[in-house]
């Protein structure tokens, strides 16, 4: 009823949806703030030493591939291989619903499976999951899909 009427409610009524606009297109207050030696930041207040978090993300990536070598049938202290993560070109303009940029490598999944079974052989636990029927045919033990399926990575990882 105010709205291009002279009249004070109508300039408090511009001056409100000016506001509410001009709040809407400006940025909040930092989440993140450095003292001034670098040695400590701020989180939402909070205090976070920087050289203990460098370490606590240390000690989380030392497990992380511990427990991606003993999935993968590595031995533990094996070093997992560098990758150069600026080779892997996306498609980022692609939209495919079921668009995976890694599968246009030709037979990637064969050789993922492939990869997988020699690293079993070579870790001495492919009798554990595969076994030969009475004609000769090969076949998977189901159980122990189903064991490592349902949480050997978090029992690795000592996480319950």
């Known amino acids: 009823m105010v709205d291009g009427e002279p009249s004070p409610f109508d300039k408090i009524h511009k001056w409100l949806n ?10 909040g207050m930092e989440k993140v703030r450095w003292s001034e030696d670098r040695r400590d930041m701020w989180f939402e207040g909070q205090r976070i030493e920087v050289i203990s978090y460098l370490n606590f993300m240390e000690k989380i990536l030392s497990r992380l591939e511990s427990a991606y070598n003993s999935l993968q049938f590595h031995d533990k202290d094996t070093r997992l291989p560098e990758v150069d993560f600026y080779g892997v070109r996306d498609n980022s ?39 030969r029927k009475p004609d000769g045919k090969p076949f998977y033990h189901q159980v122990e899909i189903v064991k490592y399926e349902c949480g050997s990575f978090w029992n690795i990882c000592g996480w319950q």
């Open 93 to 131: 303009g692609n939209r495919s619903v079921n668009f995976y940029f890694a599968s246009l490598e030709v037979d990637s999944v064969k050789a993922a499976r492939k990869r997988i079974v020699q690293q079993l052989r070579v870790s001495g636990e492919s009798r554990k999951w595969f076994g």
């Open 18 to 27: 000016y506001g509410l606009e001009a709040a809407k297109r400006t940025p």
